[in-house]
């Protein structure tokens, strides 16, 4: 028997059916071995030689594989393919003793043949890969372990900070108070209906200039000068210009350009994203055909293809659409300078596995998830997009008062790759040539009606999480791996909240990013986040010695941390005033925030102790239709459910109750979700009932979460 070691239980089922019964797939369940929790796990004066230990969760798993592998005729660790996943290798190969030999196998994609591939070429450790991962481990660990005690001590217990997390959540700060300092300026718009006979269909042009020079109208008596002006003169042809022009698609997705597609045009959060992609790479079950997987490896910040992955690609353009979709040359997409290239874009990984093939075989969002990954990666394989294009100058007025209006249009000429999208995503595509009237030089045309608008000039948008991620790839903070558990951290930690799609620091955001700011402005420069980065990645490539690229950091922050620890400074919170009156001394309750959340206390503490729970309503009772809230046990603070309607109705959970009662045994049931499907599950294990919720209340119940 051979053995093979992945990360994820999913993962090794998928493996399994591959390679039969000659093998045995085992999962770690990712690292085995990090730093201790207890210390900062980092020999300072020994070239920062790391301490590791056994994750204490995984003994049992180290034990368990320890006798696989004492048996198995050979073993490989087929990991990720990446920095961590390199990493994780080496922790196994240490712990369960294995020789320094041909034992590291990799792979862009969970297939066949793409496995099978990889077994007949297994190769050794790459410690530059390591050395990278443990230089990114060992940085994290001296700036977050060393900074956060003192930022909590300054501000609230429980705080963190990080090399990565710090300047992320400092790029929501700076862009609330660019808002918050945004002053708006007037102006106004002037659109003009017009026709070509009074009988035709009209169109709309739009006031662009005067005399030739771009115009801009500050207030209304501007406006009704202008609008005055223009009901007295005749609109006349001026320009008609007609032109060919081509639009290319886009290329296949990296993970950030996944995560922003996904939140612009799906909804998720950079998490959820990440969670769902994760799952097609791994593997999903279909009914009929076991585990499989969907989609190549999900991390990655390159927009490459591999060669047999695009001629398929061809092959299934031509015969699915016709040659002419097909390009003359194969699409070639160029990478950043900055990505690491390791792996390819992300791509599904059978053309002939088709989004419909699979709606009703996956759950909603891995569907559309997949959907969008697939569309994607076929229209950047196709030919371009073609237009005739119209652009209209219409003037108005005198020779030296001339106002120019300016109408554009288009219509589809040929398709190209947009032919893969559907309509409902397409409506960008609006045949807007095809409604301009036939016009030449010179010809005068009917007004119909002005119309015109004040408007004022709008700051800078909120961050969303797709216009985060590409901020901070566009910076160099983080990696593809990163990108969602950062905005995770800033989210869970209550440094910022969410407001629909928009990404807004609380106050607790705002006061630590300035204490940070104040004694640690190096941690939370872009450029010095990006240059980390960039030493990282040389690491990798076997270019720099990761002791020394600490060894020069390292001087620095401990002079940001000296001077830290000998300021006396404190920051004040400011506390939310409430109009719930305390009880036991009558002043407005304020809002504060514990451990397990945020909560009702009294201003005047320490004389007066009283606090009260804020409680969130998830559901309704099912005994009683009244709210239930979520609450906190106060002696392990670990979360239950129960009615509003107490003590009269004394419904209590430790599961999310389902709003209906058993039609069966009319006993309560649980919320459960097991592969993105949301069931309802009775409480009374003799019944077993077991209720598939329809999608539409699904996705109600998700977007609530959310």
């Not at 069966?664 to 499907?677: E, I, L, T």
Request: hydrophobic share 35%.
């Amino acid at each position: 028997m051979k053995l093979v070691i992945v990360e994820s239980p999913s993962k090794a089922k998928t493996i399994q059916k591959y390679l039969g019964k000659d093998y045995k797939v085992d999962a770690s369940g990712g690292h085995v071995c990090d730093l201790p929790e207890s210390s900062i796990g980092i020999e300072i004066d020994n070239n920062f030689k790391p301490k590791y230990v056994i994750t204490p969760s995984k003994k049992d798993t180290i034990k368990r594989l320890k006798s696989e592998a004492e048996r198995a005729e050979r073993v490989y660790l087929a990991t990720d393919p990446d920095r961590e996943g390199e990493a994780i290798s080496w922790h196994l190969r240490n712990v369960l003793n294995l020789p320094d030999d041909d034992i590291r196998i990799e792979f862009n994609e969970i297939s066949s043949k793409a496995v099978n591939t990889a077994l007949k070429s297994p190769r050794k450790i790459n410690i530059d890969l390591v050395d990278a991962q443990q230089a990114r481990r060992v940085l994290d660990r001296l700036v977050g372990y060393q900074i956060s005690p003192i930022m909590s001590s300054k501000i609230k217990p429980r705080l963190s900070a990080g090399r990565v997390q710090s300047p992320a959540l400092k790029m929501i700060v700076d862009r609330e108070r660019e808002i918050k300092a945004f002053v708006p300026e007037e102006y106004w718009t002037l659109t003009a209906m017009l026709a070509k006979t009074a009988s035709s269909s009209d169109f709309k042009s739009v006031l662009n200039d005067l005399n030739g020079k771009k115009l801009k109208i500050s207030t209304g008596d501007e406006m009704k000068d202008v609008t005055d002006f223009i009901k007295a003169h005749k609109f006349i042809v001026d320009d008609v210009k007609k032109a060919i022009s081509k639009v290319n698609p886009a290329a296949p997705f990296t993970t950030s350009t996944m995560q922003q597609d996904a939140s612009s045009k799906l909804g998720l959060s950079s998490p959820q994203t990440m969670q769902i992609a994760q799952q097609l790479y791994e593997g999903l079950d279909i009914q009929g055909e076991g585990h499989v997987a969907l989609v190549t490896y999900i991390r990655t910040d390159s927009v490459r293809i591999s060669a047999d992955a695009q001629a398929a690609a061809l092959e299934f353009i031509k015969a699915k659409y016709g040659d002419e979709y097909v390009p003359p040359k194969p699409n070639v997409y160029k990478t950043k300078s900055s990505a690491q290239d390791a792996h390819e874009a992300i791509r599904p990984i059978s053309l002939e596995r088709t989004p419909e093939s699979l709606k009703d075989k996956i759950s909603r969002n891995h569907y559309r998830l997949y959907k969008l990954i697939y569309e994607r990666f076929l229209a950047s394989q196709m030919v371009y997009a073609e237009y005739d294009t119209v652009t209209l100058r219409i003037k108005n007025g005198e020779a030296n008062r001339e106002y120019g209006f300016k109408t554009v249009g288009r219509t589809v000429r040929f398709k190209g790759f947009t032919v893969v999208y559907t309509s409902a995503q397409n409506q960008d595509e609006e045949d807007t040539a095809g409604l301009l009237p036939v016009l030449e030089k010179g010809e005068e045309l009917n007004l119909l009606g002005l119309k015109d608008e004040q408007k004022f000039t709008k700051p800078p948008a909120r961050y969303t999480d797709a216009t985060l991620i590409k901020a901070m790839e566009e910076n160099g903070i983080g990696r593809p791996s990163t990108y969602a558990t950062i905005l995770s951290t800033l989210v869970n930690r209550r440094y910022v909240e969410k407001d629909g799609k928009s990404i807004i620091p609380t106050e607790l955001g705002f006061t630590l990013t300035d204490m940070m700011q104040n004694y640690f402005s190096q941690i939370t420069d872009l450029t010095f986040t990006a240059r980390m980065e960039t030493a990282l990645d040389e690491i990798e490539e076997g270019k720099r010695v990761w002791q020394k690229l600490i060894a020069d950091f390292y001087p620095a922050l401990m002079r940001m941390i000296n001077v830290a620890k000998n300021d006396g400074t404190k920051a004040q919170l400011k506390s939310e005033v409430t109009d719930v009156i305390c009880e036991k001394c009558g002043a407005h309750m304020v809002i504060k925030e514990g451990r397990y959340g945020k909560f009702l206390a009294c201003p005047n503490y320490p004389t007066c102790k009283n606090t009260l729970p804020i409680n969130e309503v998830v559901g309704t009772c099912p005994i009683c239709g009244k709210d239930i809230v979520k609450k906190h046990a106060k002696k392990d603070g670990k979360p239950f459910y129960g009615c509003t309607g107490y003590p009269v109705c004394k419904f209590i959970s430790r599961e999310l109750p389902a709003p209906v009662l058993c039609p069966k045994c009319n006993q309560p049931m649980y919320q459960r979700k097991s592969g993105g499907v949301l069931k309802y599950v009775c409480s009374d294990r003799n019944c077993g009932n077991v209720i598939i919720v329809p999608e539409a209340e699904t996705q109600n119940a998700e977007d609530k979460s959310d």
